[in-house]
């Protein structure tokens, strides 16, 4: 199983049967990563874009990094804090966008910060991966934070959102 560790914390990246039970089944899912099971249930809007992750997966079984879930582990507790995810492979300009949540209990506390930075950094290394991008509610402070300490900076917006970006150096 492919993993990315920091100093606090595990990124999963679920294959395609773990991504199913994580929709379906969220203790099995838990169980087969070998993490604390919990009795975290998944809002219908979440499930719904899941289902739409699974189905990509499953056509493209090479490249489901770029469309799973990643389970955000904390070693301390071995227990699923959140989650995190890119919006597919990188685009013909070399763009990819990241995704990410936390639960509430974990929010601010740096876990998201030390999250999106390795998931970042693993991107960079990707080959055709020029730049990550991501969209925020203008409202959501901490998420600004948390791409700002990344170096991203606004490039668009909306009425209701930011768009930041940053480059491969």
């Known amino acids: 199983m492919f993993i990315l560790e ?19 089944d969220r203790r099995k899912m838990e169980r ?3 993490v604390k099971i919990t009795d975290t249930e998944l809002e219908e809007p979440v499930k719904e874009a899941m289902r739409t992750s699974l189905k990509i997966v499953l056509e493209n079984k ?23 995810c890119f919006k597919g492979r990188p685009d013909e300009q ?33 080959e055709k991966v020029l730049s ?12 600004h934070r948390v791409l700002e300490k990344m170096g991203m900076q606004k490039y668009q917006e909306n009425d209701k959102m930011f768009w930041l970006k940053i480059n491969k150096i």
């Open 94 to 126: 070399g763009r990819v966008e990241i995704g990410y949540g936390m639960q509430d209990e974990y929010r601010c506390k740096g876990y998201t910060t030390e999250a999106v930075k390795e998931l970042i950094n693993w991107a960079f290394i990707q």
């Open 32 to 34: 087969n990563l070998g």
């Open 62 to 84: 090479k490249d489901y990094l770029w469309f799973t879930n990643w389970e955000i582990v904390l070693k301390k507790e071995n227990r699923i804090i959140g989650g995190l």
């Open 6 to 24: 920091t100093n606090k914390l595990k990124l999963i990246p679920l294959d395609a049967h773990n991504l199913r039970y994580s929709i379906e």
């Open 132 to 143: 990550v991008i991501a969209e925020t509610e203008k409202d959501n402070l901490p998420s």
